[in-house]
């Protein structure tokens, strides 16, 4: 089965076509047969569409200057690339300076693909059921969608670059505290942390804090929740978590605030 996408800039109309596949023999079928090849439909639509935005970020140019170097174009060749809809190829053009050394990949770069070879939504997807799940099942409830064949060992860096991409964004995404929907009567501070053991490093501790927001019957309103990487000194926790309790404090100055 194949498909393939045209648009219609000026009728903003996108049109999905496919081959292979015998549509009218579905509703024939059982319900679960028919859901199957449904199923298969939608990845090989997703792999076609998940193709089509990267060939929109392509970059043919004959030079490219980054960071005052002069970077020439190589012959195209043909990228690897994981999505929540399995893996596709397509053909792109690298970079590199007369002087060789490593290569730039300008659809890449575009794409944002800093996971190596997952696009970022797949990384989120992973990132968020390793969260509540082991690799191993995270693998095997991934592997359910055909073509997605990812392995426990490829899974736990690609959940190691998306924790560090979130310590990173703090300060660049300074979030404020979402108001709470009643008046708020009591303000609740509370703190806890627990040392674990770091691979190749000394046992560091893992603090988290929690901000919640009462109203006068001893409803919550709404939570705040804080937590940090183990680390030496708590100085990362204590400032963010300072600055929490802070800002929260003078947006409900009459509520009464304990710890």
Known sequence: MKASISTTSVANELTLTSQGLNWEDTPQASCYEGAVQGRDLLKVIGQELAVHLRRSQ????????VAGETYYRKAASRGHYQTLSGAVVLSRHLYQTSAGGATLCPLERNCQLRFGAATPWLAAVVSCKLASASAGE????????????LSAPYLHPLAHQGGQLAVEKPAAWPLAAAAAPAPVALSATGVDGTTMAV???ADKEARCGTRALDNQAGERLHPEYLGTRPAAGKVTFAQRFTAC?????ARYPNALHVG
């Open 245 to 249: 309790v802070a800002r929260v404090t």
């Open 58 to 65: 392509e970059v043919a140019a004959p030079t490219l200057a």
């Open 138 to 149: 995270v693998a095997q409830d991934l592997g359910k969608s055909p073509g997605v064949t």
């Open 199 to 201: 691979v190749s490093e």
